[in-house]
């Protein structure tokens, strides 16, 4: 069984920064997605890290160029940096896991392993 843990989420004004944590187990080249599910909305893939040679990243239109996904091997944590951050980013954030090869990241029915889901507010 896998485990997923999320931490890092809570409130900040608009143009603030906030960095999410994905913590996974057991150790193994997983790809990572972070989806996002905003109020009344359904959830939407943000951010995705192919654990491949080439590191590939995929990030969502609306988040490209403000967010930032990567990993540290050693713990086993996967990170998302949120910087820019604007009203419209406010959404219960999720961390997906598991073990791909090719196609999108930003598919949440790819993934069978999920966080409990952290909350993000952007508001002043």
């Known amino acids: 069984q896998v485990s997923v843990v999320e931490t890092g989420g809570g409130s900040v004004q608009p143009g603030g920064s906030l960095r999410l944590s994905c913590v996974v187990s057991p150790s193994d080249l997983y790809s990572v997605a972070w989806f996002r599910r905003a109020p009344g909305q359904g959830r939407a893939g943000v951010a995705g890290f192919y654990a491949t040679d080439e590191e590939r990243t995929d990030y969502a239109s609306t988040v490209k160029g403000r967010f930032i996904i990567s990993r540290d091997l050693a713990s086993n944590t996967y990170y998302l940096q949120m910087n820019d951050l604007k009203p419209q980013d406010t959404a219960i954030y999720y961390c997906?896991?598991?073990?791909?090869?090719?196609?999108?990241?930003?598919?949440?029915?790819?993934?069978?392993?999920w966080g409990q889901g952290t909350q993000v507010t952007v508001s002043s």
């Open positions: 997906a896991v598991d073990r791909l090869t090719g196609g999108s990241l930003l598919l949440e029915s790819r993934f069978r392993y």
